[in-house]
């Protein structure tokens, strides 16, 4: 993974991105809000305020996570600090923030080495040390960031969602394929199905389809329910590469315009 150095000598450069984050991060909250939506970060605590769930014993290592799946901090504490897309948000004048967010940016290869300290509940990753890190690394649009990561296991199975959960825990299990899930019950189950159908092999839709869909949609933390659409209207493994994609576009439209008949029936 290929990581930007800059010139520890010059203490300019990384101040002015950091204004021009900063800025950024601004004119994201202030969009946001007048939009009435959330501006700033989401936080671990009000994501389980309405599960019960267990943490698991001990935390494990991924290599790497997009810095795109980590959305918000454990508390409300750090909230404050940084929009949507955890954009800095203080003043560099103001404590010492801005300060040590420079020198994660100055020092980025070094700082990096370091995994980020974090939890996982629902496939969504929230961090208990390292903001700082993951702030630069979604600002600078790394690819990946190491991870120590938590999970914890929500109970209440009597929520689809949860039910949906403990399904891809079970496919994790079995395959130790973490990058896939669903937000329908029994998906697992039907895209067992569609690949036994298509003579698609699991690695195959890993190298082969599951690629140009994030290439085209951006989706790279799921759900992932437009592959098993996609994978209804399959056009064969040894149909053009044009093909594929324009399945894949008809799919996606579909999905678009369900979605606002839905809210047009809201």
């Known amino acids: 993974m290929a990581l930007t150095v800059f010139n520890a000598n010059n203490h300019k450069v990384p101040r002015d991105l950091y204004n021009r984050a900063r800025a950024r991060g601004r ?29 698991e014993r001990k935390p494990y290592l991924i290599s790497y996570i997009r ?29 010492d923030f801005g300060y040590k967010w420079t020198n994660v940016l100055r020092d980025v290869n070094k700082w990096l080495e370091y995994p980020i300290e974090c939890y996982e509940f629902m496939h969504r990753y929230y961090v208990r040390e390292g903001n700082k890190r993951v702030s630069v690394s979604r600002y600078l649009h790394f690819p990946g960031i190491k991870a120590n990561v938590t999970r ?5 199975i ?5 039910r949906c959960y403990h399904e891809f825990l079970a496919f994790e299990k079995e395959t130790g394929v973490g990058a896939l899930w669903f937000s329908h019950e029994g998906s697992f189950l039907q895209l067992t199905d569609l690949l036994n159908k298509n003579q698609l092999s699991l690695q195959e839709l890993l190298t082969t389809i599951i690629p140009p869909y994030v290439r085209m949609t951006g989706n ?5 329910d437009a592959v098993l659409d996609y994978l209804k209207i399959y056009p ?16 996606l439209k579909k999905q678009k315009h369900n979605r606002r008949k839905k809210v047009s029936q809201q």
């Open 158 to 162: 009597d929520r689809e969602d949860v």
């Open 27 to 55: 004119l994201e909250v202030f969009v946001n809000t007048i939009m009435h939506k959330d501006g700033w970060v989401a936080t671990l605590d009000k994501a389980l305020s309405s599960y019960v769930y267990e943490f």
């Open 67 to 95: 810095p795109q799946q980590v959305i918000g901090t454990i508390s409300i504490d750090r909230r404050c600090c940084f929009s949507k897309s955890f954009l800095p948000l203080p003043h560099f004048e103001m404590g």
């Open 236 to 251: 064969g493994k040894n149909t053009p590469p044009k093909s594929h994609e324009d399945t894949f576009k008809r799919v």
């Open 152 to 156: 914890i296991v929500p109970l209440n």
């Open 220 to 224: 790279y933390s799921g759900p992932h």
